[in-house]
């Protein structure tokens, strides 16, 4: 079993910026290609960013290419989504998503794990 904590969410103003942070713990952290995805009401739940185990290789979705950057500190369990430039378009909850069997998370199907969501909310 993995647990991820995800923390970082709020309120902030169009331009502002907020910093993810996802926190896991379990197993080892260095097994598990890591994810962020969002769901806004009434969507799908789609992927944001990804990396891989080594966080040599990373994913971004066209609409948040740019501004958001994802990474990994292995030796802190934890992977981190800054996300800068937001747009009102970008609220939603975030999810972070670990799975072991994938070089990048970018589907949310089969997905070994997720965190329990943080809200981010941009206000224009």
């Known amino acids: 079993q993995v647990q991820l904590v995800e923390s970082g969410g709020g309120l902030v103003q169009a331009g502002g910026s907020l910093r993810l942070s996802c926190a896991a713990s379990?197993?080892?952290?260095?097994?598990?290609?890591m994810g962020w995805f969002r769901q806004a009401p009434g969507k799908e739940r789609e992927s944001v960013a990804a990396?891989?185990?080594?966080?040599?290789?990373?994913y971004y979705a066209d609409s948040v290419k740019g501004r958001f950057t994802i990474s990994r500190d292995n030796a802190k369990n934890t992977v981190y989504l800054q996300m800068n430039s937001l747009k009102p378009e970008d609220t939603a909850v975030y999810y972070c998503?670990?799975?072991?069997?994938?070089?990048?998370?970018?589907?949310?199907?089969?997905?070994?794990?997720w965190g329990q969501g943080t809200q981010v909310t941009v206000s224009s």
């Open positions: 990396i891989s185990r080594s966080g040599f290789s990373t």
């Open positions: 998503a670990a799975d072991s069997n994938r070089a990048l998370v970018v589907s949310r199907v089969g997905v070994d794990y």
């Open positions: 379990g197993r080892p952290f260095s097994r598990y290609a």
